[in-house]
């Protein structure tokens, strides 16, 4: 018997925070360049991953990549050559492909939209490494054949909007123009926001074969195309306070204590935020690497501890939520540890970590951050195999 989810109809919050306003040029230098492996590229320089790969035939993608008859070997390549999970809420294309079986994709979801609102990413990766992207994006499609491909872009970053409708043209491909309101990228909100809605929350889109493939994996399987052996290295946006926003090709697994030495950052003196103010999470620089899905990295001052106050009923956390829950009374539940007649606590799975309930919040309650740790801490009623509700609620 299948768990009931009944908030899940109700997505009807986030919040419009338009495109990011820095758009890169180009890929930045670091501040000590050396010769080094790990070195980003410049505009002048010759790129980490070897040269952009040049748009291949049809028939020699498809050879590169596999066929619907070859999908196992499809799945020990990709993963064996560096492809995991890039981004923080996508699941790696391998895990997803597995689930999928030897079954034919419903959908193939290209999702172009920012993960978080300072997010540069997708509208870089279009400019920048389209042709490597194309190529994956051929490839996959040949490979997999699924009935419909779907490139979803902010409405509102023309540039990516034309560069993807361009590319599309004469390709059985559909560009779907959507306004970003923020956590739009999550694959549960996007997927319910294209009308592909899965009966049961708790399951994985590619089990009932929706495949959503993430910017950073379209262009990382484009460079394997072109002849890279293994993926090392991943895009990150990286915002030092007070300085200008830059793009850097960091090196996976690569120390967050040696970036912040090159920036001339002392680690006792600022913090450092992974992937978003909104659904990121504090990194220990003394410890903590460069992750695959390490999207990006904002090193700030230590902000000011504000004081909470209690809940006024506001309802301001209700209207924003994306998926329909009610976080003041779920956090009620979590402080008297026990089930309240206003909430069910197995609500708590509904949270995707988006962070928004506690950006509204004017009580400055934890609102994000003890839902997801009580949704960690909640024994499902059945064994499912789920997204993962990753994001740590907010900085």
Request: charge should be positive; glycine fraction near 8%.
């Amino acid at each position: 018997m299948r768990f009931a989810w009944p908030t899940f109809g109700r997505m009807i919050g986030g919040l419009y925070f338009g495109p990011a306003g820095w758009q890169p040029q180009g890929w930045s230098d670091r501040p000590a360049l050396t010769a080094a492996p790990g070195d980003v590229l410049t505009t002048a320089s010759a790129p980490a991953h070897g040269p952009l790969p040049q748009a291949k035939p049809t028939e020699q993608v498809s050879q590169a990549l596999g066929s619907q008859a070859q999908r196992r070997p499809l799945l020990a390549e990709l993963g064996q050559h560096g492809i995991v999970q890039f981004s923080p809420w996508t699941p790696a294309l391998p895990q997803q492909l597995a689930l999928l079986g030897g079954r034919t994709a419903d959908a193939m979801v290209v999702n172009m939209v920012p993960h978080q609102p300072e997010s540069a990413l997708p509208d870089f990766l279009t400019r920048q490494e389209l042709v490597p992207m194309l190529v994956a994006l051929e490839g996959l499609a040949l490979a997999l054949k699924p009935r419909r491909v779907l490139i979803a872009v902010d409405r509102h970053d023309h540039a990516t909007a034309r560069a993807w409708a361009a590319a599309a043209r004469g390709k059985p491909w559909k560009v779907i123009r959507l306004i970003n309101k923020y956590p739009l990228a999550h694959p549960r909100v996007l997927l319910h926001r294209l009308g592909i809605n899965n009966s049961d929350i708790s399951e994985s889109p590619a089990a009932r074969g929706r495949l959503l493939v993430d910017p950073v994996t379209c262009w990382a399987i484009g460079h394997l195309l072109a002849g890279e052996k293994h993926i090392t290295h991943r895009p990150v946006q990286v915002f030092v306070q007070g300085r200008e926003p830059q793009m850097l090709l960091l090196r996976i697994g690569e120390p967050v204590a040696a970036l912040m030495e090159q920036f001339g950052e002392a680690l006792s003196a600022v913090e450092c935020i992974a992937n978003g103010m909104l659904a990121g999470k504090r990194l220990n620089p003394a410890t903590d690497c460069i992750e695959a899905s390490t999207e990006m990295l904002s090193f700030r001052s230590a902000p000011l501890t504000e004081n909470t106050t209690d809940c006024i009923r506001c309802s301001w956390c209700v209207h924003a939520c994306p998926t329909g829950l009610n976080p003041a009374a779920l956090l009620a539940a979590a402080q008297v540890k026990a089930t309240m007649p206003v909430v069910n606590p197995t609500e708590a799975f509904g949270c995707i970590g988006c962070g928004l309930c506690s950006y509204v919040c004017p009580c400055r309650l934890p609102l994000s951050q003890t839902i997801v740790q009580m949704s960690q801490q909640i024994i499902m009623p059945t064994p499912v195999a789920r997204l993962a509700t990753t994001g740590g609620g907010g900085a």
